[in-house]
């Protein structure tokens, strides 16, 4: 068997590289696998402007490299890999990489995120950073005072629409149904606000620009009409999916899956396993958030290393 880590950390968003910063910091020498998408979804970002420590804002992907780099001045390890099976209820735990290499660690932080549902268009991938997004909170500000779009119909979408109205001069709301499936409260929030626009049984079909958003083709479903509508920016809102597909079957998932965690911890239902990030935050999906409970995935690893040390040396004749 190779050799068995104190720690490893699965995943190189802002919840991972923090765990990785503490749990180095801790002494624990934690190895980071980094995923198929290294810096997770921020690397995608064209600027932050509100994680706090950049007050002229930061590109996305420079962020992350900040972050990288404080995690390997402690001493964190990265693995450059992808994790393809995981067995997390033996001892030591075993991670098996596509590389071929397999990581034995006593404990393990899961932090491999949520990716946001597309639509599928070529556009969607062509202008994202560049007008197209799935977060409001993070790039609405860059849109005040000009017209975009919400796709979707749940509460998300309102939540989303409610948000970019208090600074975009319009919001065009795309609804492919007759109805929403947002909750009724939503519902009458947004309908009473005066720069929402609904536009029922529609559907996008295209996102006009070179280089920026300038509009969004839509069709109606009952009627077929094709129209354009200037926007600057589009925020697709149909949900999120967390990357949890690996863990099925032996961490506890919630029914959209997600991790579960315990309560006012980031222990999930094996010993020795922790969760932070987006992929356990079905409702906030914050840089700051994420960085947040990867320190708290960190702290609490540490401890349950440190019991068990004890529990080991206490249990020794």
Known sequence: MNKVEKLVILGSGPAGYTAAIYAARAGLEPVLIAGPEIGGQLTKTSEVENYPGYPEGVLGGQMMEDFRRQAERFGTRIVYDVVERVELRQEPKALYLSGGEVLYAEAVIVATGSSPKWLGLEAEKRLYGAGVSACAVCDGYFFRGQPVAVVGGGDT?????????????????????????????????????????????????????????????????????????????????????????????????????????????????????????????????????????????????????????????????
Not at 256 to 280: E, L, M, R
């Open 157 to 317: 979408a309102c939540e989303e629409a409610l948000y970019l109205s208090k600074l975009c001069s319009e919001v065009h709301m795309l609804v492919r149904r007759d109805q929403m499936r947002a909750s009724k409260i939503m519902q009458e929030r947004v309908r009473s606000t005066p720069n929402i626009i609904i536009h029922w049984n529609t559907i996008p079909v295209d996102v006009l620009g070179e280089s920026r958003v300038e509009a969004v083709r839509v069709q109606n479903k009952l009627t077929g009409e094709v129209r354009d509508i200037p926007i600057r920016g589009f925020f697709v809102a149909i949900g999120h999916k967390p990357n949890t597909e690996i863990f099925e079957g032996q961490l506890e998932l919630d029914e959209q899956g997600y991790i579960k965690t315990a309560p006012k911890s980031t222990a999930t239902n094996i010993a020795g396993v922790f969760a932070a990030g987006d992929v356990q935050d079905p409702v906030y999906r914050q840089a700051v958030t994420a960085a947040g409970t990867g320190c708290m995935a960190a702290l609490d690893a540490e401890r349950w290393l440190a019991l068990r040390a004890y529990e080991r040396q206490i249990a020794s004749p």
